[in-house]
């Protein structure tokens, strides 16, 4: 449903141009799209009431935004406002200069990030990406990047789902912050098998062994890698490594959930 959607929104944008009429036909257009594809709330998974919202308000209610105080390095909640550090970010160095996140990753966004993983719910994605642009605006800007560079997935995972979230989440960014997209900076040339079992060392290990440099320009001195879940930092740590080897002097890391220090 959601391919539908996106192809026939991309006709509808063509046929409309870009002026007051234009912008006028293709709301109405949307208008109609919404009644024959309805959203679906990225919390409850039910069609969204009231209808052409991105979620049910009352399911809004339920996402723990992530708020202060929070780990000066990898950006996730701590328990102890005196602490500046996150217990994971003082046992392990990280080539990354600070990451932010949208959301903690709780049952909640676990259960939304499993269906937009591997149930196709793609649609989840414009919420949370146009979320991530509001909430987040300001400290993106504050960073400067010349590019957001989204964490790749295996071209067999990509196969499978149609799309990468994460690229999906840089594209919504783009859009929203006007940030260009480099998707082809990192590339995955291996397949990883489940990591949960692994402690950092070892992911970072399996990590760095299956990304490899893309296209990467000389000019590029600031990223914003993008991804949608982080737990210990390996996935971000290794990518950054990439860039910081091909030249890139500041990576900066945004993810749509983090885990909160219990």
Avoid: W
């Amino acid at each position: 449903m959601e391919e539908y959607r996106n192809n026939i929104t991309l006709g509808a944008r063509n046929v409309c141009p870009e002026d007051g009429n234009g912008k006028s036909l293709e709301r109405a257009f949307q208008a109609g799209l919404s009644a024959l594809f309805p959203r679906h709330c990225p919390v409850c998974h039910d069609i969204v009431q009231p209808r052409g919202a991105l979620i049910c308000p009352e399911c809004e209610k339920r996402l723990h935004f992530v708020e202060a105080p929070t780990c000066l390095i990898c950006g996730r909640e701590i328990q102890d406002e005196t602490e500046e550090l996150c217990s994971n970010c003082k046992r392990h160095h990280f080539s990354f200069e600070r990451g932010i996140s949208l959301l903690q990753y709780d049952q909640v966004t676990a259960d939304s990030m499993a269906k937009i993983k591997y149930l196709g719910a793609r649609e989840y994605l414009e919420y949370y990406g146009k979320k991530a642009a509001e909430r987040l605006g300001e400290d993106i800007y504050r960073m400067k990047p010349d590019a957001l560079v989204p964490v790749p997935v295996h071209v067999s995972r990509r196969r499978i789902r149609g799309y990468n979230q994460a690229g999906v989440l840089a594209e919504i960014l783009e859009k929203e912050l006007d940030i260009p997209v480099y998707e082809d900076a990192i590339r995955r040339n291996k397949r990883t098998a489940a990591l949960k079992s692994l402690g950092a060392g070892e992911r970072l290990k399996s990590l760095s062994a299956a990304f490899e440099r893309g296209v990467i320009p000389k000019d590029l001195k600031t990223v914003l890698l993008v991804d949608d879940i982080f737990t210990t930092g390996a996935t971000m740590e290794a990518c950054t490594r990439i860039l910081r080897h091909a030249g890139v002097k500041t990576v900066y890391c945004l993810s749509l959930c983090i885990r909160s220090e219990r």
